[in-house]
């Protein structure tokens, strides 16, 4: 079983940027599609953004449309999000996931998870 492991978490000023990563123990991201949710305590797990496994199409939550960036490195089995211009309700603890499908935005149909990371920023 692949495993994911989320890092770049941490405490940010409003305006201010993070990089998350997401390193995968296999080559997961080749041959699966990929994506970032988050989640708010108390609130259901979100959808941020994703990247088709071919690395040619992207779709994001219209909240973070224009500030975040997936992008991925095949090379080192590995899944970022940029987050630019960040605002105090994008804190919460970040996920990266992977899905047998090309690409989705619907948290049911990922099959594999990271521990989460947390991300806040202060206004």
């Known amino acids: 079983q692949v495993q994911l492991v989320e890092s770049g978490g941490g405490l940010v000023q409003a305006g201010g940027s993070l990089r ?3 390193a995968a123990s296999g080559r997961i991201f080749v ?26 199409y992207t779709h ?3 909240s ?11 090379a080192k089995n590995m899944l970022y999000l940029q987050m630019n211009s960040l605002k105090p309700e994008d804190t919460a603890v970040y ?19 990271g521990q989460g990371t947390q991300v806040t920023v202060s206004s």
């Open 20 to 22: 998350l990563a997401c």
């Open 64 to 74: 973070v449309k224009g500030r975040f960036t997936i992008s991925k490195d095949n």
């Open 31 to 56: 041959n699966y599609g990929a994506g970032w949710f988050r989640q708010i305590p108390g609130k259901e797990r979100e959808f941020v953004a994703t990247l088709s496994r071919f690395g040619d």
């Open 95 to 113: 996920y990266c996931a992977a899905t047998s499908l090309v690409a989705s935005f619907k948290e049911q149909e990922y099959e594999v998870w």
């Open 60 to 62: 994001y939550a219209d």
